[in-house]
């Protein structure tokens, strides 16, 4: 299947820093990613959704200033965690949808671990 | 708006099947997924079955679907260590043109040696 990558995998960082978390996808384009936020022992969060070429859609709750989505190209999404505080500290997991003869199918990246001492 | 529950745990013997089940709330899922979660990594989609089909098999994976009682569950048959993970299942609907899953709370599976 089509595969996803996310850099850094793992980041730690002090508090009041901004971190960017990159996706990947490699082998296909991806019109629209999605980034998900998974705390321990929960299920995952839509953050919001990442167009090519136009603004993010950010769910109910998700502050735009603080999480920055751009979205510059069919293969790369990145989010940005600006002005980090410890309650940020989450797994952060981002999806590309690939579009092939109708049929649509989200694929995941492996996760980025931030821990904001 | 959409609600997908799912119990948090199972214990199961190495070689049972192991059923995992799911409620949704969302009668517009038009599909509906299971993915699996190894420990720190990210999602594998597993299967998943359209919601006009009542049953999908894929080698060791039955996938039932009671669309009547919006209830959709994973059957792994001889269960095996490595089956170990987090399970999750999402629906989707697409038929408005939302492309967001919804997951449930995912089923923390453990294998009894």
């Known amino acids: 299947g089509a595969v996803v990558s996310q850099h850094p995998s793992w980041v730690i960082c002090k508090s009041g820093t901004s971190v960017k978390i990159e996706c990947r996808s490699l082998?296909?384009?991806?019109?629209?990613m999605f980034w998900y936020r998974q705390f321990p022992k929960q299920s995952l969060m839509l953050m919001a959704t990442?167009?090519?070429?136009?603004?993010?859609?950010?769910e109910q709750g998700v502050e735009k200033d603080k999480f920055l989505i751009n979205h510059a190209s069919l293969t790369l999404s990145t989010l940005t965690v600006t002005s980090a505080h410890p309650e940020d500290s989450s797994f952060y997991i981002c999806?590309?949808?690939?579009?092939?003869?109708?049929?649509?199918?989200?694929?995941f990246g492996p996760g980025t671990r931030l821990t904001v001492l | 708006g959409e609600d997908v529950e799912q119990s948090l745990f199972l214990s199961v013997r190495e070689g049972d099947s192991s059923v995992i089940n799911c409620t949704y709330t969302?009668?517009?899922?038009?599909?509906l997924y299971w993915y699996k979660q190894e420990p720190g990594a990210g999602l594998q989609l597993l299967t998943y079955?359209?919601?006009?089909?009542d049953m999908k098999q894929d080698q060791r994976l039955t996938v039932l679907l009671n669309k009547k009682d919006k209830h959709l569950s994973l059957r792994i048959a001889d269960t095996q260590t490595g089956d170990s993970a987090i399970y999750f299942c999402a629906e989707i609907d697409r038929g408005f043109g939302n492309e967001k899953l919804t997951f449930g709370t995912g089923t923390r599976l453990t294998i009894i040696p």
């Open positions: 082998d296909f384009q991806a019109t629209t």
């Open positions: 990442s167009n090519e070429g136009s603004k993010a859609t950010y």
């Open positions: 999806s590309a949808e690939e579009v092939a003869g109708g049929n649509y199918e989200q694929f």
């Open positions: 969302d009668s517009s899922s038009t599909y």
């Open positions: 079955i359209f919601s006009n089909m």
